[in-house]
């Protein structure tokens, strides 16, 4: 049985901004995928078949970013480490890292776009 999400967009409305942020607070790098439509989408680095689910930024005139929306966690070593480069990337740290008991620890941030996104670790 597998996790039942397999795939996300994060909307967002300057693309560029929102690569760059998440660039430079998970240090990855993004791929351009085709679009049905007038939408724009960058996929986050994915593997076919691997775990956890793959997704992408959106910037689409059906879709809009802001606070309240789905809550999207980012898995990594520490939460503390890209906790830290939030600021940096111009976004802001809405929860310091904290336990969630034997689930491990989260921080929740904002992106540049008023997105709140996750991140979570075992550490």
Request: proline share 7%; aromatic share 10%; glycine share 12%.
């Amino acid at each position: 049985m597998a996790n039942p999400v397999n795939w996300f967009e994060i909307y967002v409305d300057d693309i560029e901004r929102a690569k760059a942020f998440y660039s430079k607070v998970l240090g990855i790098e993004f791929t351009k995928l085709p679009s049905p439509d007038e939408g724009e989408m960058w996929a986050f680095p994915m593997e076919e078949n691997a775990p956890n689910a793959a997704g992408t930024l959106i910037k689409h005139p059906a879709g809009n970013p802001g606070m309240g929306g789905t809550m999207v966690y980012f898995a990594c070593d520490d939460v503390a480490e890209p906790a830290g480069r939030v600021a940096d990337a111009g976004g802001s740290v809405m929860q310091d890292k904290m336990s969630i008991g034997d689930y491990g620890f989260i921080a929740l941030i904002r992106d540049t776009e008023g997105n709140m996104v996750g991140l979570h670790s075992h550490n």
